[in-house]
């Protein structure tokens, strides 16, 4: 089970979490391209960092909307939102590239990537923008009970997915995530994550609000770095992990 966390997200003197102490505990890292935050200072340190951890890169692209931190929708046609797309990852690569390193797949950030679950033009630009640029990247989403559906979509692209899962996030009945515009939205008890980490990977379930049982695929666990306490839950997950896998 590899573990992934959104970094990177400072921008300029501001700096949203200590980002050293949190590589060594994932095994990938979706690393802001700019767009939703981040800036060239940043990139090279968290591709540098990522390098050093040996943790897999991944282009963690968004809408233009700094001020907004990419969390709101903004409506483009499939060409712009393919150009801004590939603008992104081609800083990210520049960085790779200078370093000896390369990106391994594509994460869309915030906003966009709930309008690609449910918009399947989104989800469409995003692949065709992908194969155009390389094949060899994967595109990381949200697992869902319908992963049959996304899985045949992009067998069209050629395009192979990494399906997450949430550990910091609430769920609804039908495996979106519950809107950061509710009080629900997000989970800041250690307890109640460490609990969702030991049930997925013995039962290979979540549980929603409201209770209801998620089978859902994990080839990947995702916390937060804009998490409040992100650091502290990361090193705890990893450690349970490692500890269930050792006594498995």
Same mark, same amino acid.
């Given at each position: ?40 200072? /940043?990139?090279?340190? *968290?591709?540098? =960092? %990522? ?5 897999? !890169? #991944? +282009? ?13 929708? /903004?409506?483009?046609? *499939?060409?712009? =939102? %393919? ?5 992104? !990852? #081609? +800083? ?13 797949? /594509? ?142």
């Amino acid at each position: 089970m590899k573990l992934n966390c959104d970094i990177g997200e400072g921008f300029g003197i501001y700096k949203l979490n200590d980002d050293e102490k949190i590589y060594p505990h994932i095994d990938m890292a979706n690393i802001a391209c700019g767009f939703h935050a981040s800036d060239a200072n /940043i990139m090279a340190k *968290s591709v540098q =960092l %990522s390098k050093q951890n040996d943790v897999s !890169i #991944g +282009a963690h692209v968004a809408y233009q909307d700094l001020a907004g931190f990419g969390r709101r929708t /903004i409506v483009y046609d *499939s060409s712009e =939102l %393919s150009a801004i797309i590939l603008y992104q !990852i #081609g +800083a990210l690569a520049g960085f790779c590239r200078t370093n000896g390193t390369k990106i391994s797949y /594509i994460k869309p950030h915030g906003a966009m990537y709930n309008d690609m679950m449910k918009d399947e033009n989104i989800f469409k630009t995003i692949l065709n923008t992908i194969q155009q640029y390389d094949t060899n990247l994967k595109l990381m989403l949200l697992s869902k009970p319908n992963n049959k559906k996304y899985e045949q979509i992009a067998k069209q692209y050629n395009i192979a997915l990494i399906f997450e899962l949430f550990l910091d996030r609430n769920y609804d009945d039908d495996g979106y995530l519950v809107s950061r515009t509710k009080e629900n939205a997000t989970i800041q008890d250690k307890n109640i994550v460490l609990q969702r980490v030991k049930t997925i990977l013995k039962d290979e379930y979540l549980t929603s609000i409201n209770n209801k049982k998620l089978y859902l695929r994990a080839d990947s666990m995702c916390v937060h770095g804009d998490n409040k306490k992100a650091i502290e839950l990361i090193q705890s997950v990893k450690n349970t992990i490692e500890t269930l896998k050792s006594n498995s």
